[in-house]
DNA sequence: ACAGAACGCTACGAGACCGTATCGGCGCAT
DNA sequence: ATGCGCCGATACGGTCTCGTAGCGTTCTGT
């Protein structure tokens, strides 16, 4: 492992985690070079050493913020695998920082076009991950050819999405369960227990 | 009818509309009072005449952009209730400016308390209104006693917010059908046709 | 040790925005 | 008509923020 740094390096990687704890607390808009410099314990003048600008840091800053897509499971069970799935993502980006930038950022992204790559790239990783757990089960035959893989994945993400961002709950993975066994049931798939 | 209004009236009036715009357009934090001053025609003085700052202005803005409730409809069908409920408050709350305010207003909600009220106000209005006829369901006997209403608000509502303020689609009333339809298909909640 | 690169500090110009002061003009009621 | 209240226009002080300049200091590789 190469764990060797140059001063330059752990410099930039100081701006970039005052970055997204600043951009976590108060948003993108409130933001300031200054208040990054301070934090950093980096001068202002360094960081335009290492950025262009405002803008470009904070891009650099998400981007390098991007969630670790967790190793996709495949344990022959759609319900299983749906579950690890969104639990995993969950955890991976609803919890810590990700979580708290996640409104700030999408709101930034309707006005700034390199935030608004950079937000929609992550959603459709996001959705690209479940989407491949749901057509292996097609696959499988778990599910029927037809099924609308699109709106299933709405179905299945939109309550969490709704349940962090909206009511500002935490993600259970009570309610991942919940959410998971209610779309399924429409498509008969087994459950292990009847409630 | 009282359609008299003072002058006072219609300036105060044009200094709203002119914020919602606004902030619909660039956000609650790239909304600037001279802005207001140019699209309403009214002077920035005038302004500080109405409101006592920019932060009481956007909260009286948003205040009276709230959106109108639907009639609550009952047709003794839950299935039909709902998605009249849900397409109804899609149309009042996601089409329009309200829809393009809400991520910057939830963004903003975060480190404003009175903006912070005022959106869980207005989210708490919606949930509430879908409790409604979910509890009349139950009293009816359509759903089981022990269910859960408020996770099943959670999984109607959560793919319409997901497709609205992340997917940043139009929710169709495919959609909702769609959504009403599959959740209730756990409760084995009669659907007109199957499909 | 030494040269060059990278960093810190202070200061600065420019622009945006807030909120206020001042004064002149218009509308409305009696 | 006239007095009062509301509005418009300009200008201003103050603050914040961006991004840059200049210069001394520290670090790094050799």
Chains 1, 2 share one sequence.
């Not at 992550?122 to 989407?131: F, N, P």
């Not at 309550?159 to 500002?168: D, E, F, G, Q, S």
């Not at 779309?183 to 009847?194: D, G, I, K, T």
């Amino acid at each position: 492992m190469e764990t060797t740094s140059t001063r330059s390096e752990r410099v930039r990687q100081a701006v970039l985690d005052a970055t997204t704890d600043l951009v976590a607390e108060v948003g993108v808009e409130r933001t300031t070079i200054d208040e990054i410099a301070h934090r950093s314990g980096v001068a202002k003048t360094t960081i335009y050493r290492h950025f262009a600008s405002k803008q470009v840091l904070v891009v650099e800053a998400v981007h390098a913020c991007t969630f670790i897509i967790p190793a996709v499971t495949d344990s022959g069970s759609l319900r299983d695998d749906l579950i690890s799935c969104f639990s995993g993502m969950t955890k991976a980006s609803y919890d810590g920082r990700l979580g708290d930038m996640m409104l700030s950022l999408m709101d930034a992204a309707q006005r700034d076009p390199e935030l608004g790559r950079l937000v929609r790239a992550q959603a459709d990783q996001r959705r690209r991950y479940a989407t491949e757990v749901i057509e292996r089960a097609v696959a499988r035959g778990e599910l029927p050819d037809d099924v609308d893989v699109d709106v299933l994945v709405t179905l299945l993400a939109g309550p969490l999405v709704y349940t962090k961002l909206v009511r500002r709950q935490r993600v259970t993975d009570e309610l991942v369960a919940a959410v998971v066994d209610t779309v399924l049931a429409r498509y008969a798939v087994n459950r292990p227990v009847a409630s």
